[in-house]
């Protein structure tokens, strides 16, 4: 049984993740493409600020279905929040991932290991990698 076409976000509680929800989103409507909500956390919401609560997910559940699109949320606590992110791509057999990144500092940019890179260099299919406006 074949899927509809699948769409990955990485989506963290912050602008970096509205942005590339609000991308993954649209391409989504565009394509008739199943979105698949990836927010993932090492810890608990108390520690991790990118980690939405509960009632957040549920809201921007209901916003994406009221939307009109079909919509899978994988909200959980994990050992790694890239492979995370990969292994939902794969089981979903994406076509494509959306990840929010953020400008790094000189010293930042020296430092491997951020989700995003990990994502984008192991990723099986396409990344698109989006930044808020401005």
């Not at 989103?25 to 927010?39: E, F, H, Y």
């Not at 951020?114 to 984008?120: D, F, G, L, P």
Request: charged share 20%; hydrophobic share 50%; with cysteine.
């Amino acid at each position: 049984m074949s899927h509809p076409a699948s769409i990955v976000v990485a989506y963290s509680a912050d602008r970096y993740g509205e942005a590339a929800l609000e991308h993954a989103a649209g391409l989504a409507r565009k394509d008739g493409a199943r979105l698949v909500v990836v927010n993932a956390t090492l810890g608990s919401s108390l520690v991790d600020a990118r980690f939405a609560h509960d009632a957040d997910i549920a809201a921007l559940r209901d916003r994406l279905v009221a939307d009109g699109l079909e919509v899978v949320v994988r909200h959980d606590v994990v050992n790694d929040v890239a492979d995370a992110v990969i292994a939902a791509a794969d089981q979903e057999q994406a076509t494509l991932i959306v990840v929010g990144i953020r400008h790094r500092t000189p010293v930042g940019k020296l430092l491997l290991g951020s989700v995003a890179q990990r994502i984008i260099l192991e990723a099986q299919c396409p990344v698109l990698a989006v930044k808020p406006a401005g």
